[in-house]
């Protein structure tokens, strides 16, 4: 029999006075070496770890709504009474610690181990269960699926299969570290996957899938029943149709294996970058200081101009631009030409050549649902997998979630949109394995998404496609801005940099479904925002 802690681990101390806090206040303190946010919310004190445990950003700097804490770098939420993580990235909850009021002082106790995660508990297989749940992708989707699955108590076989050679992987980190190692951006180890049951086939490729028989078949000739079934295959990297796109050292980024080759061959080298969106531009920024030389191509006059606009897009410019990248905008390719099958050179239409010894392609994205051809599973025009706000496709037990899936955004009145940002593929992933179980439970996450450059974080929330107009606050020449993106009368999206909790903030009120007005973004006084 396993013993509890003991008095005599834990320690208690006086973290404030009664009056210091006011309900819907936090306050960050100190009990034996641990960083813990105490929040007062209708009178009660709650105390839960102060680190968020995606990247540990200070919760403290984050933005209180009710009880729960939202990460001001990430966005991930986090209840503040359970510690609970409600609102994604990351995939644990907080620890929790006793909190009590005594003639007008605050105690808070506090273990001898410092623990700034808590993963959530979660059932194993259990013998003799014979159900099986197939999650096809072995992204944040199919993981979130699994470990929701688990922490409900569903005791049958759960098979993540994944074309990767590797487990599930952070692979934001990709456009961002593009040598880091592979053991410190794996989202879970082997052994905690063995540990819950959660049995992992690498390097297997579905080709097609059958969903009257309820079996998939893989490209090795195997195959695999299923009782219910998660789409989550994500999307592939677009192509250049351009002559000499099929040189070897022309590279797309969507693996690990991707972004260790293009560190390795850019190095000392000629790299130019074709693509001025989110993947281009963190590329560009990475190679920075490790290319002999980086040039990017773009077809707009400037990056980002459709997604965060022409003046945020002119101010990142002018950031890569002072470390020596250079901009060819409102060009395209017409040709690669190279020597044995490698480029040497890149010509734009406008006949300018570069010279190159690696391309890398960042042009957008093309959902992976080619494997359902002939199968009768909707998808749209854009081959986005078609699903309900319970991420139920056309068939019954099949389930689709993340960048290949189109869905109901609730805060756009459930326009149908197709989204590929990592904390939407986790809330899909996680509603999915609920509506499994039966658990009806609809989608109702705010879409929230970040890039970094230059160790400069742009953080994003909202839906902009479509926006008529921005209103700035603080000075974007400056890199320190809010930026509001209206349509109409209503703020439907928000991004900033060096402005935080502000897009956080933003977050928060978009969730609890009340509208932001033209008004509110046009006053000079953001008193509305609650910003500290």
């Given at each position: 029999?396993?013993?509890?802690?003991?008095?005599?681990?834990?320690?208690?101390?006086?973290?404030?006075?009664?009056?210091?806090?006011?309900?819907?206040?936090?306050?960050?303190?100190?009990?034996?070496?641990?960083?813990?946010?105490?929040?007062?919310?209708?009178?009660?004190?709650s105390a839960v770890g102060g680190l968020c445990t995606?990247?540990?950003?200070?919760?403290?700097?984050?933005?209180?709504?009710?009880?729960?804490?939202?990460?001001?770098?990430?966005?991930?939420?986090?209840?503040?009474?359970?510690?609970?993580?409600?609102?994604?990235?990351?995939?644990?909850?907080?620890?929790?610690?006793?909190?009590?009021?005594?003639?007008?002082?605050?105690?808070?106790?506090?273990?001898?181990?410092?623990?700034?995660?808590?993963?959530?508990?979660?059932?194993?297989?259990?013998?003799?269960?014979?159900?099986?749940?197939?999650?096809?992708?072995?992204?944040?989707?199919?993981?979130?699926?699994?470990?929701?699955?688990?922490?409900?108590?569903?005791?049958?076989?759960?098979?993540?299969?994944?074309?990767?050679?590797?487990?599930?992987?952070?692979?934001?980190?990709?456009?961002?570290?593009?040598?880091?190692?592979?053991?410190?951006?794996?989202?879970?180890?082997?052994?905690?996957?063995?540990?819950?049951?959660?049995?992992?086939?690498?390097?297997?490729?579905?080709?097609?899938?059958?969903?009257?028989?309820?079996?998939?078949?893989?490209?090795d000739g195997t195959s695999q029943h299923y009782d219910?079934?998660?789409?989550?295959?994500?999307?592939?990297?677009?192509?250049?149709?351009?002559?000499?796109?099929?040189?070897?050292?022309?590279?797309?980024?969507?693996?690990?294996?991707?972004?260790?080759?293009?560190?390795?061959?850019?190095?000392?080298?000629?790299?130019?970058?074709?693509?001025?969106?989110?993947?281009?531009?963190?590329?560009?920024?990475?190679?920075?200081?490790?290319?002999?030389?980086?040039?990017?191509?773009?077809?707009?006059?400037?990056?980002?101009?459709?997604?965060?606009?022409?003046?945020?897009?002119?101010?990142?410019?002018?950031?890569?631009?002072?470390?020596?990248?250079?901009?060819?905008?409102?060009?395209?390719?017409?040709?690669?030409?190279?020597?044995?099958?490698?480029?040497?050179?890149?010509?734009?239409?406008?006949?300018?050549?570069?010279?190159?010894?690696?391309?890398?392609?960042?042009?957008?994205?093309?959902?992976?649902?080619?494997?359902?051809?002939?199968?009768?599973?909707?998808?749209?025009?854009?081959?986005?997998?078609?699903?309900?706000?319970?991420?139920?496709?056309?068939?019954?037990?099949?389930?689709?979630?993340?960048?290949?899936?189109?869905?109901?955004?609730?805060?756009?009145?459930?326009?149908?949109?197709?989204?590929?940002?990592?904390?939407?593929?986790?809330?899909?992933?996680?509603?999915?394995?609920?509506?499994?179980?039966?658990?009806?439970?609809?989608?109702?996450?705010?879409?929230?998404?970040?890039?970094?450059?230059?160790?400069?974080?742009?953080?994003?929330?909202?839906?902009?496609?479509?926006?008529?107009?921005?209103?700035?606050?603080?000075?974007?020449?400056?890199?320190?801005?809010?930026?509001?993106?209206?349509?109409?009368?209503?703020?439907?999206?928000?991004?900033?940099?060096?402005?935080?909790?502000?897009?956080?903030?933003?977050?928060?009120?978009?969730?609890?479904?009340?509208?932001?007005?033209?008004?509110?973004?046009?006053?000079?006084?953001?008193?509305?925002?609650?910003?500290?």
């Open positions: 029999m396993s013993m509890g802690p003991t008095q005599c681990d834990e320690v208690t101390e006086v973290v404030c006075l009664e009056s210091d806090l006011q309900d819907g206040q936090m306050k960050e303190v100190e009990v034996n070496h641990h960083k813990i946010v105490l929040v007062r919310n209708e009178g009660k004190f995606h990247y540990g950003a200070p919760l403290i700097k984050g933005a209180l709504v009710g009880n729960r804490v939202r990460c001001p770098w990430h966005g991930a939420c986090f209840n503040t009474t359970t510690g609970d993580i409600e609102e994604y990235p990351g995939l644990d909850s907080l620890p929790t610690y006793k909190v009590k009021v005594e003639d007008g002082k605050v105690y808070v106790t506090a273990g001898k181990q410092t623990l700034t995660k808590r993963v959530k508990e979660m059932s194993c297989r259990v013998p003799g269960v014979c159900h099986t749940v197939l999650l096809i992708g072995g992204g944040p989707a199919s993981l979130q699926c699994a470990e929701t699955l688990r922490q409900n108590n569903y005791g049958g076989r759960i098979i993540i299969v994944t074309k990767d050679e590797q487990l599930p992987l952070d692979k934001t980190k990709l456009s961002k570290a593009m040598n880091i190692e592979v053991e410190k951006i794996l989202l879970r180890p082997s052994d905690f996957l063995q540990q819950h049951g959660i049995e992992v086939l690498k390097e297997k490729e579905v080709v097609s899938v059958n969903t009257e028989a309820k079996t998939v078949a893989f490209n219910q079934l998660l789409i989550s295959t994500g999307a592939r990297a677009r192509a250049m149709q351009c002559p000499g796109a099929e040189m070897e050292n022309v590279k797309l980024l969507e693996s690990y294996k991707d972004a260790a080759g293009i560190y390795q061959m850019s190095l000392g080298k000629k790299a130019v970058i074709i693509g001025t969106s989110f993947i281009g531009m963190e590329v560009a920024a990475y190679l920075s200081d490790k290319a002999a030389s980086v040039a990017v191509v773009g077809k707009s006059k400037f990056p980002y101009q459709f997604s965060l606009g022409p003046d945020i897009g002119k101010m990142t410019m002018k950031m890569l631009e002072e470390k020596n990248v250079k901009f060819y905008m409102s060009s395209d390719v017409a040709e690669m030409r190279g020597v044995k099958g490698r480029v040497k050179e890149i010509v734009l239409q406008n006949g300018d050549v570069l010279p190159a010894d690696v391309v890398i392609v960042g042009i957008g994205v093309i959902p992976n649902s080619h494997f359902l051809k002939g199968s009768a599973v909707e998808v749209d025009s854009r081959n986005a997998v078609v699903v309900d706000k319970f991420m139920k496709t056309n068939i019954p037990d099949v389930f689709a979630a993340g960048d290949v899936a189109s869905f109901p955004l609730c805060i756009r009145e459930d326009k149908r949109v197709q989204i590929g940002h990592w904390q939407l593929a986790q809330a899909h992933g996680r509603v999915a394995a609920l509506n499994m179980l039966n658990k009806q439970t609809e989608l109702n996450s705010v879409p929230f998404f970040w890039t970094v450059l230059l160790g400069k974080s742009i953080r994003y929330t909202g839906y902009g496609e479509g926006y008529t107009d921005i209103v700035f606050k603080g000075n974007v020449d400056e890199r320190k801005f809010l930026a509001f993106y209206m349509k109409g009368d209503d703020v439907v999206a928000a991004a900033s940099l060096n402005f935080d909790p502000a897009v956080a903030k933003v977050a928060e009120i978009m969730a609890t479904g009340k509208k932001i007005t033209k008004s509110q973004a046009e006053s000079e006084d953001l008193g509305w925002l609650q910003l500290p």
